[in-house]
């Protein structure tokens, strides 16, 4: 693709948890149309390092950067490192999100902080830190969320409860940001085959889900990753508050 029919030419992203899943799929992509990407990983630094060859070895520009994103300090120094390298920011991707199912009686203080510490607390911390650094222009933030808030299957109350949580700050951000030229939307994937949702041991569950998807298999990263680039491009120039579930037309 020549670089004048790019989307994101000139334009600076972060993508939390990008060094595996769906995170590495959407820094690949958005790095394809042209951004310069940050990529932001907790503790998989040859993932990270990985994701970056991939892009600068294809000519894209993009960097490692750790980062606990549910600590304040680190996303400080997260945002505070893309300006240093790249200069500006105009794309944010929340993505960094953990996923383990308990039923209501197993549910401990620890498993409840660990999941709304990054999956609610990270996306109010990053997005603070991005409102920081947004230019004149505004900017794009893509939440990824699940298609569980919509299902809510059992055993998953707590992560239902966190990504229920993400799309009513999504709505609540577009609303609060929309005059400084910042859209807030959300993804929603359906069961998507990644490291996570593997070492988790539930692609097996997943294939069954295949039987109940119209489309009829189970998602790929690929699949999310293109969706957010549309929202973080100016093909959706006027969509804010909004929620894709892209899921093969998986709904229960
Ligand atoms: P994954 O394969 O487990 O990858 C998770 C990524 O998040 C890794 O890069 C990991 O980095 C990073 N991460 C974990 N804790 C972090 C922290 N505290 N700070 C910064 N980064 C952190 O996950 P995935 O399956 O791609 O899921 C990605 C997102 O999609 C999550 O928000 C998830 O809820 C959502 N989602 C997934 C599915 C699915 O079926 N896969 C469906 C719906 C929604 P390290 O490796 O360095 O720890």
Request: overall charge positive.
């Given at each position: 693709m020549s670089s004048n029919t790019k989307?994101?030419?000139?334009k600076v992203a972060v993508v939390t948890g990008?060094?595996?899943?769906i995170g590495a799929s959407i820094a690949r992509h958005l790095a394809a149309e042209g951004a310069s990407v940050v990529v932001n990983y907790a503790s998989s630094r040859e993932g990270a390092d990985r994701v970056v060859a991939e892009i600068t070895g294809k000519g894209g520009r993009a960097v490692a950067v750790q980062g606990d994103v549910a600590q304040k300090s680190d996303v400080e120094r997260l945002f505070a490192e893309t300006k240093k390298t790249f200069g500006a920011l105009d794309i944010l991707v929340n993505n960094a999100g953990i996923y383990v199912g308990v039923p209501v009686g197993q549910i401990t203080e620890e498993h409840f902080r660990r999941h709304f510490n990054l999956n609610v607390l990270g996306v109010i911390l990053a997005t603070q830190e991005a409102l920081k650094y947004f230019g004149p222009e505004g900017g794009s933030i893509v939440n990824i969320s699940s298609v569980v808030s919509t299902l809510?299957?059992?055993?998953?109350g707590v992560y239902n409860a966190t990504k229920s949580a993400v799309d009513g700050l999504t709505r609540t951000f577009a609303k609060e940001l929309g005059p400084r030229k910042i859209r807030v939307n959300s993804v929603s994937p359906g069961p998507v085959e990644t490291e996570g949702t593997r070492a988790a041991g539930v692609i097996e569950q997943f294939q069954a889900y295949a039987a109940l998807t119209p489309l009829g298999r189970i998602g790929q990263p690929d699949d999310i990753a293109s969706a957010v680039v549309f929202f973080a491009?100016?093909?959706?120039?006027?969509?804010?508050?909004e929620s894709l579930c892209v899921c093969g037309g998986f709904h229960g």
């Open positions: 989307k994101l030419t000139g990008a060094s595996k899943g809510s299957p059992a055993g998953m491009s100016a093909d959706s120039v006027w969509i804010t508050g």
